[in-house]
């Protein structure tokens, strides 16, 4: 029995959110910003962990 995910199209209001922390992310990356430098990874990580929730759950 293959397992069924039920894909939904994410909120405006997601979408906006995962990109400002993917630019967040980059800027981590690009610049060096006290506290962030360090985990530009992690919030990178963060940003698609966003977008794949409004994707998944009704939010």
Do not use: C, E, N
């Amino acid at each position: 029995m293959p397992i069924r995910v039920d894909a939904i199209q994410p909120s405006v209001h997601i979408l906006i959110l995962s990109l400002i922390v993917i630019v967040i992310a980059i800027v981590g990356h690009l610049a060096r910003v006290p506290y962030l430098t360090p985990y530009h990874f992690w919030v990178a990580v963060l940003a698609y962990a966003v977008l794949m929730a409004g994707t998944l759950y009704k939010i």
